[in-house]
């Protein structure tokens, strides 16, 4: 049985004129990757009845992609490369930021519950420059012996998605059914991650609280996966080869020196071409301004040696 690295939650207002708190477990201080998944959000699922829901205006990124799952409810993608899509329970939005893209989301008037998670991959340095892009790929339920998988990336249980991206990808839902116990099959030349939406599961015998991540290092051949409880588990499975290149992730930039996210600021903040422009977002402000830069000279992030 591996063995399994526990990483805790911790609870981040998120921006925008409607805030929300999300659960963060990746970056940790200790670990800044599980392959080349970098940032991992969990939030809900929110009455948002009340409040509005989720309103991000246009904000910009570079050197990454975002991955938008939903369990409960819907968004709006607008981004500055002309793309609108809806993104609903078993679909997901990949974004591709490289040399830079700007985009809003904001959860439609139908959503009355917001549930689900943001995910950001980070490029690879040969591949951080690409131009923007975005794909849309509604997924395929797997129905196995006590379990359900959706996979949005990668390959798993003979389901593989035809989403293009910078490096070898793992990204799955999976659903167990209560009382039970499923083992999958995974590439050992992978890490994983296995984040938790609900409460009391097991991962390779170790207990879980709700929103923690179980990191398994490479070498793991199977990801076993106990519900214990009388209702359904869910899980998000995330994995790849371990990411051994540095970077510099501050806001929403992923860079490789402190004078590069100076300059994506800096840009951004001119209205540079950079990011470009998104249309048709409606909301009381037309983008969302960088933070200062802090008084420290921002350093690289890796995970600890193997």
């Not at 990483?7 to 409607?18: M, W």
């Not at 940790?28 to 699922?45: E, L, M």
């Not at 910009?60 to 938008?68: D, F, K, M, N």
């Not at 051949?221 to 051994?244: H, K, M």
């Amino acid at each position: 049985m591996a063995d399994v690295e526990v990483l805790p939650t911790r609870e981040v207002p998120l921006g925008g004129l409607r805030a929300m708190t999300v659960r963060r477990t990746l970056p940790q201080r200790h670990r800044s990757f599980v392959g080349a998944w970098c940032f991992a959000d969990h939030y809900g699922p929110d009455d948002v009845t009340g409040s509005g829901g989720m309103d991000l205006p246009p904000h910009p990124h570079t050197g990454l992609q975002t991955v938008s799952w939903l369990f409960a409810g819907e968004l709006e993608h607008r981004d500055s490369a002309g793309n609108t899509a809806t993104v609903r329970p078993g679909e997901m939005n990949l974004m591709t930021g490289g040399s830079g893209i700007c985009h809003s989301e904001v959860s439609t008037e139908a959503t009355s519950t917001l549930h689900g998670v943001q995910l950001w991959v980070a490029l690879p340095d040969e591949h951080r420059h690409t131009p923007r892009d975005f794909q849309h790929h509604v997924t395929e339920p797997v129905a196995l012996d006590g379990a359900t998988v959706r996979v949005f990336l990668g390959t798993l249980a003979g389901s593989t998605s035809p989403v293009r991206t910078f490096s070898p990808l793992l990204g799955a839902e999976i659903i167990v059914e209560a009382g039970t116990s499923i083992s999958l099959d995974v590439d050992p030349d992978f890490e994983h991650g296995v984040l938790l939406d609900t409460e009391r599961v097991k991962i390779e015998g170790t207990s879980m609280a709700r929103g923690e991540m179980a990191y398994l290092s490479p070498g793991a051949a199977t990801v076993t996966i106990e519900n214990p409880t009388d209702q359904p588990a869910r899980t998000i499975l995330l994995g790849g080869p371990p990411f051994t290149e540095q970077i510099i992730m501050w806001w929403n930039f992923v860079g490789r020196t402190h004078e590069e996210i100076v300059e994506f600021r800096e840009q951004w903040e001119a209205s540079g071409d950079r990011f470009g422009h998104v249309d048709g977002y409606v909301g009381d402000a037309d983008r969302i301004p960088a933070p200062p830069m802090p008084h420290v000279r921002l350093t690289a992030r890796s995970n600890p040696p193997r």
